[in-house]
């Protein structure tokens, strides 16, 4: 994916809000923020951005993308696996707390 179609907001992203990325095939997608994780060690915080999945048919698997706070693409392909993995590890635990809670 290449960069955005504007310039990087000067505010933080924050949950639910819509950032759209141009792909290199020319398609635009938007991908909606899920999440935030900072980072205790370096102060950094970083959106986790998901496109598709669980709305309209059914069939297009879910996307994401992993941005610093401003909706900077990350370059550092294994920091962002590192994000990604652990808000998927919290959202994971947040819905068994939620499930259990409800029974």
Not at 69 to 95: H, K, M, T
Request: aromatic share 4%; net charge negative.
């Amino acid at each position: 994916m290449s960069d955005r179609n504007s310039p990087a907001p000067s505010k933080p992203l924050e949950l639910k809000e819509l950032l759209t990325i141009e792909t290199d095939d020319g398609r635009s997608l938007d991908f909606e923020v899920v999440g935030t994780i900072a980072d205790e060690e370096s102060g950094e915080t970083y959106a986790v951005l998901v496109h598709g999945g669980d709305e309209g048919d059914g069939e297009e698997e879910a996307e994401f993308i992993v941005t610093d706070s401003v909706g900077n693409l990350l370059e550092d392909d294994d920091l962002a696996q590192e994000i990604l993995d652990e808000f998927l590890l919290f959202a994971e635990e947040s819905d068994e707390g939620e499930e259990s809670a409800h029974e």
